[in-house]
């Protein structure tokens, strides 16, 4: 049986994988392993760049002596920043993505 946290990642990245289509990207995404340090890949079809990807929901928490609500970053593993990962945070509701690092194609 498949949870919910499951299903919001998978449709994280079926969001994202449409908007770097939309960017005329060549993408492939990970079908075997669970758990991997890069959900997608996109490649440029003309430069041959190579971008990794994870991605998250966008989820956003009130701080402590704040009032207005801050994006929850999550921290990449020492691998993913070796490579360069892009994390991609995804609004589920308005399929919005912010990008860190920067995506060059955003």
Request: hydrophobic share 40%; glycine share 2%; charged share 25%.
């Amino acid at each position: 049986m498949l949870q919910q946290t499951h299903l919001l990642g998978d449709r994280c990245e079926l969001i994202l994988a449409e908007y770097l289509l939309s960017k005329n990207l060549y993408v492939f995404n990970n079908v075997l392993a669970q758990r991997s340090p890069v959900d997608l890949i996109a490649i440029h079809p003309e430069t041959a760049e190579v971008f990794f990807f994870d991605s998250k929901a966008d989820r956003k928490r009130t701080n402590p002596g704040r009032k207005v609500p801050a994006r929850i970053y999550r921290k990449r593993s020492d691998f993913q920043k070796k490579i360069g990962l892009i994390m991609s945070y995804v609004n589920i509701e308005t399929k919005s993505i912010y990008f860190t690092p920067r995506f060059p194609y955003s």
